[in-house]
T-cell receptor, first 111, second 112 residues
Framework: RKEVEQDPGPFNVPEGATVAFNCTYS??????FFWYRQDCRKEPKLLMS???SGNEDGRFTAQLNRASQYISLLIRDSKLSDSATYLC????????????FGTGTQLKVEL | DADVTQTPRNRITKTGKRIMLECSQT?????MYWYRQDPGLGLRLIYY???????NKGEISDGYSVSRQAQAKFSLSLESAIPNQTALYFC???????????FGPGTRLTVL
């Protein structure tokens, strides 16, 4: 079983739609959680951290469910510019500053 | 200017050649990392360094070596390149005490 699992997609959605991605992680000792965004052939960039209480940044909402060991990302009012691959990232307790990356979920927003 | 730079950006080489990929940062971060990315496998950690005198193996260090020449520089070497080392390589940095990592633009390496 992969340590961090994501549906690879692609998710094809029309502009303006709401789309949600889930990610599951296997290590219950996981401590920190993130969503990174990666455009084609470019470097990953931090989209947002994920906090236990859930957090929102504009059109993006992240949720963490420790009991079920999953993380979600909700994008409202999708824009063409949201088209990218979204990486779920986990830092394990005692792992120092080492992150474990999911393989990513591809989003395509269409006109 | 970019905070994390990688050179070269693209490299094609032959099996058995020695290759060095370089990473420089102006962010003043103590921690630096090397990853490779392959389709369907995500990013995998090769080596990391928490300080100039600190070097640690990641999950896929075989066939690679690193050198932390200064706080701002972290280079990755392939002593004898092989075709399955064809991948996209990323350098990343992080300040001590946080989990956030900042990535360089990547080096696309092809080993023929």
């Amino acid at each position: 079983r992969k340590e961090v699992e994501q549906d690879p997609g692609p998710f094809n959605v029309p502009e303006g739609a709401t789309v949600a991605f889930n990610c599951t992680y296997s290590n219950s000792a996981s401590q920190s959680f993130f969503w990174y965004r990666q455009d084609c052939r470019k470097e990953p960039k931090l989209l947002m951290s994920v906090y236990s209480s859930g957090n929102e940044d504009g059109r993006f909402t992240a949720q963490l469910n420790r009991a079920s060991q999953y993380i979600s990302l909700l994008i409202r009012d999708s824009k063409l510019s949201d088209s990218a691959t979204y990486l779920c990232v986990v830092n394990y307790e005692g792992g120092g500053n080492k992150l474990t990356f999911g393989t990513g979920t591809q989003l395509k927003v269409e006109l | 200017d970019a905070d994390v730079t990688q050179t070269p950006r693209n490299r094609i080489t032959k099996t058995g050649k020695r290759i060095m990929l370089e990473c420089s940062q102006t962010k003043g971060h103590d921690r630096m990392y090397w990853y490779r990315q392959d389709p369907g496998l995500g990013l995998r950690l090769i080596y990391y360094s928490f300080d100039v005198k600190d070097i640690n193996k990641g999950e896929i260090s075989d066939g690679y070596s690193v050198s932390r020449q200064a706080q701002a520089k972290f280079s990755l070497s392939l002593e004898s390149a092989i075709p399955n080392q064809t991948a996209l390589y990323f350098c990343a940095t992080s300040p001590s005490g946080t989990d956030t990592q900042y990535f360089g633009p990547g080096t696309r390496l092809t080993v023929l």
